[in-house]
DNA sequence: AGCACGCCGACT
DNA sequence: GTCGGCGTGCTC
């Protein structure tokens, strides 16, 4: 009988996406399963594949057919799940199946090719410069060829059949092992070599005696030092002498370098518990529910989420938390180890590949039971998922921004829908998307009103910084957060400051000329760093020092422009000389480990301002924070973006949410150029519903979501006009195929209509219902992408996409 | 995608 | 007569 496996392989573009059909060899019939990585010829090269399904006939000719070289894992990396969830993911955000099933493992667990040139005849039939790369070795990377200009003398070799070259497939990461000592289990024998040692050996005899107390015992070499006080050179010579032997052990990276203390429950308020009630009868019942649990910030939802995982392990089962990348702080983490302790696994971007490869495969292995981290851990490989829980559900983190552009909310459903497990949205800001299901029963909503320690929320003042201009105040600080500050630098209380943007001022620009200095590779003005004297795109990392005089004039008149963190800094340090202001942007947290010790610092009262962007609006929690300072609301308002209102809103709204949290009252400072503004008129009683109504009322009036679903889809080259016109044909395209109520706007120009070199243009479709608008985009897609790309076109499509 | 195959023009 | 350009088509 035999046996044949679909492979999907490592290949990715539109005719091989596909599975291929191999034989599997005898000798791997018992071990081969699905979801096992395999590595196979394609054509003329080997590749990685993921064996998605074995049987037992092919339809493929005897001649044509080809058998599997190597399987890679005696356990599959994959489950049956993982597969079927691959197959949604492939149809649901049109991507390649082989990306789908990729974006579920740890990058170690990748494909790493190597074309390696290995000599066929005798080395003296090689010319010189050929002889001498080789060297000893008969196998030799084909970039050393490249590297030394060898490539004419390598074709010559190839031509006469001196040498072969062939694509080595290799994993990127491994199982990490350490050397350690295993001591000789027989304690007579430990006897007989020490009474064997000469007595000028003193420290070997003094080492074996050791031993003797440590019988059959495994030690890794530097405690060995330490405890018998020995060096290296004594350990060897011992282990020459049979005492011991060196083993290889295999290890977890450990990224958690302090240990934490078990902690206890905290007590429910009445609306967290019967919150919780809800949650736990539905995991009971083995519901696939999904629960929106609206909390303003500070009423506790975390501990809500301890509780529920503690019941999901009491059952047996696995939890999956996930939480926006910039709040997985070393205090979101500590909270769940020190509940579940060894349980918990962690997985986020600042872990190496190593690490992160480490904590999948406790997860794998069984080893742990809950996982916390970012958008792909939802992924988490569990078999028996009891929870999943999104916390701070509005993120945008939670959307990939790169094939397979998926959103990990819609991962969670499936995959809760697959376990008959629940799903917890939590947020105090909900995108509308969940709350217009919450308020159509689609989810269930739960509310927590108040703050779990019954605090009232901090007092909120806006601050029109229109009429400090008009009264003389040309600072970026207001004469109100310059009052409140000096209160609390009095009374020892700390203060955050809140800034959303980085650099030292934001763009470079020539007083005569009015030349804005800009990337060379995308349509970006350049931000000025003041640390590094560099000029800086932030989307490509493109970066140059700063120029002495006008590029284009040679002025010498340079103005730098736009207001930065380092900026902020300067100018608190010369209104508040006594103040210590900890700085906390992408500069300064660049470091691994640096974000946690700016925490940690300012944690400790180290300082008494932090300055920060972004990172700093979620997940802080210290008591001695009152104020909060956001210097300028209306940054993230006036992008070009339909949801440019709702992140405002939110943003103010979770930045407030950190002052006052314990016994002391806060105060927020709100300064912006638009009071009016709605989004942050409301932001004012921090109150949802009002928002919620107002921006719905919007959405509606523009045709977005939730009353209309998106698609985009982006069209770029390196040619301005190349772009355009090819854009142009495929909203043509569509137009003609899609139905009349959908609405096709384009194609425009994108936001930043230059990026890496490429000139983008991009058509935004809206629709309701649109039964076949996925097949068409696949159909554009099969019909056009392979052949554009050979004209430089690259043709994308994003179906919900969070940012326009 | 990435590679071989094949056809055509420029050179030893 | 051979080398190397890139257009075409296939990969179990």
Sequence with gaps: MTLVAEVIVDVAAYPVDRPFDYLVPDDMTTLIECGSRVKVPFGP??????????????????????????????EPVLTNEMLELAKWLKHETICYEIDALQVMLPSALRAKYEKMVTLQADIELLPQSLKEIFGNSSKV????????????????ALNEKLVVIENVVKQKGNVKEVRKVQICNDLNKL??????????????????????????????????????????????????????TFIHEEVYRDPFTKKVEKKDFLDLTD??????????????????????????????????????????????????????????????????????????????????????????????????????????????????VGIIILDEEHESTYKQEDSPRYHARDVAIWRSKFHHCPVILGSATPSL?????????????????????????????????????????RSM??????????????????????????????????????????????????????????????????????????????????????????????????????????????????????????????????????????????????????????????TSLHLPDFRSAEKTFQLLTQVSGRAGRHEKAGEVVIQTYTPEHYAIELSKSQEYGPFYEREMLMRHQ????????????????EDVMMAAEYAGKTVEWLRSKLSFNVSIIGPTASGISRLQNRYRYQCLIKYKIEPDLIPTLMQLIKLYRSDWIKKGIILSVDLDPTMI
């Excluded at 992408?586 to 920060?612: C, P, S, W, Y």
């Design 433 to 473: 998307e969940s709350f217009a299901r919450a308020k159509k029963n689609v989810y269930t909503l739960l509310t927590l009103r108040e703050r779990a320690l019954k605090q009232s929320l901090p007092t909120v003042q806006v601050v029109d910084m229109r009429e400090e201009l008009q009264k003389g105040n």
């Design 191 to 244: 006897l007989e070599i020490q009474n064997h040692i000469s007595n000028r050996a003193k420290k070997q005899k003094q080492l074996v005696e050791w031993m003797q107390s440590h019988v059959g015992e495994t030690i890794e070499p530097n405690t060995i030092y330490e405890e018998a006080n020995t060096s290296s050179q004594v350990l060897q010579a011992v282990i020459s002498l049979g005492a011991a």
């Design 141 to 156: 990377n084909y970039k050393e060829f490249e590297k030394n200009n060898l490539l004419h003398e390598l074709k010559h």
């Design 702 to 717: 523009a045709g977005y979501p939730p009353y209309y679903y998106l698609a985009l889809i982006q069209v770029s080259h």
């Design 477 to 634: 600080f207001s004469r109100s957060l310059m009052e409140s500050i000096e209160v609390r630098l009095q009374k020892k209380e700390q203060i955050v400051l809140f800034l959303n943007r980085r650099g030292y001022s934001s763009f470079v620009l020539c007083r005569d000329c009015g030349t804005v200095l800009q990337c060379e590779n995308c349509d970006i003005s350049l931000t000025y760093h003041r640390s590094s004297e560099k000029c800086k795109c932030h989307y490509c990392g493109y970066e140059i020092s700063v120029p002495k005089s006008c590029p284009q004039c040679e002025s010498d008149h340079i103005r730098f422009f736009g207001t930065g963190t380092q900026k902020v800094e300067e100018e608190l340090s010369k209104l508040f000389p006594e103040a210590r202001v900890l700085r906390m942007d992408v500069d300064t947290t660049k470091v691994k480990g640096a974000h946690e010790q700016i925490l940690q610092a300012f944690g400790d009262g180290q300082a008494d301002i932090l300055l920060g962007t972004q990172m700093i609006a979620k997940g802080l929690d210290y008591p001695n924070i009152t104020l909060v300072g956001v210097l300028s609301a209306d």
């Design 45 to 74: 090269r080997n590749v990685l594949g993921f064996v998605v399904l074995l049987k037992e006939s092919t339809d493929i000719p005897l001649e044509k057919i080809k058998p599997v070289s190597q399987l890679l894992d005696i």
């Design 271 to 384: 609306e967290q518990s019967t919150a919780l009630e809800k949650i736990v009868l539905s995991m009971k019942q083995k519901q696939s529910e999904t629960f929106l649990l609206h909390g303003i910030t500070g009423s506790g939802k975390t501990e809500v989420y301890l509780q529920a995982i503690s019941q999901c392990l009491n059952d047996g089962k696995e939890a999956i938390v996930l939480v926006p990348e910039i709040s997985l702080t070393p205090q979101m983490t500590e909270r769940f180890r020190s509940r579940f302790g060894e349980l918990v696994a962690v997985m986020h971007s600042g872990l190496s590949v190593g690490e992160k490869y480490d904590e999948w495969r406790k997860v794998h292995e069984g080893k742990v039971k809950v996982v916390v981290g970012a958008r792909s851990a939802v992924f988490a490989p569990f078999e028996n």
